[in-house]
């Protein structure tokens, strides 16, 4: 699903380029259940950013189902972005004062379809977050835990083969984020959907099925659970 080739990326600091991502290779097969570890400033909020189409890259190959992502436009970037890749943060980035229905519609307004539908597919959506009680309800009315699963239907409203989630945790305590990580497994294992999730969590990494660590830039680690790291 995802092949990334000697992938490097640098920034513009003081009038030098620093290299955040150096020589990244990665391979995650479709149905794989993901987490990517590493200190602040390793490179995996870059390498998120990256994979999820939000940010160029300077040197390598980035492959998302076998197309080759340089060769896209950003009106076809952005398109893969609305129909193949869901989105959850930690900050929920949902619109407040709007109804959790509102927000999880939001990637539907790119599409040509009826309102009637994408409403359908919106409460489709919180069913299977299991708050579509909730639909109607404003965000700033919701728990921390409540507007995550928001941002979570929101993320596979379009049926997406990738859900990349940033510290989606973060905010919340212990048994809310339990509660959300069984929430991502069973998503993963049900729907056959891949997930990506960046973390500093070694309990959230625990979740998942493979886990990669970087540091300076570099992935060091790559190990399948209950295996052997294997180191890179």
Request: glycine letters at 4%; aromatic letters at 6%; hydrophobic letters at 40%.
């Amino acid at each position: 699903m995802i092949a990334i080739k000697n992938l490097c990326k640098t920034y513009p600091v003081d009038k030098e380029n620093i290299t955040i991502l150096h020589r990244i290779n990665l391979t995650i097969e479709q149905g794989e259940m993901v987490a990517i570890q590493g200190r602040s400033g390793a490179g995996k909020t870059t390498l998120f950013n990256v994979i999820g189409c939000l940010d160029t890259f300077d040197d390598g190959e980035y492959y998302f189902e076998n197309q080759n992502i340089v060769e896209l436009k950003d009106s076809q970037l952005a398109k893969l972005r609305c129909q193949k890749i869901g989105f959850v943060l930690q900050d929920f980035a949902l619109v407040t004062h709007q109804t959790a229905l509102f927000n999880v519609m939001l990637p539907l307004f790119f599409d040509k379809i009826s309102y009637k539908k994408m409403e359908k597919k919106a409460i489709k959506a919180l069913k299977a977050v299991a708050i579509e009680e909730l639909a109607n309800k404003k965000i700033s009315q919701l728990s921390g835990g409540q507007r995550q699963r928001v941002a979570i239907a929101r993320a596979i409203v379009n049926d997406p083969q990738l859900i990349l989630a940033d510290e989606p945790t973060g905010a919340l305590d212990s048994e809310t984020s339990q509660q959300i990580m069984q929430l991502l497994q069973r998503l993963n294992q049900e729907e056959q959907m891949t997930v990506l999730i960046i973390t500093h969590d070694d309990v959230v990494a625990d979740h998942c099925k493979r886990r990669i660590e970087i540091k300076d830039g570099r992935i060091i680690v790559d190990r399948l659970r209950n295996s052997d790291p294997l180191l890179v």
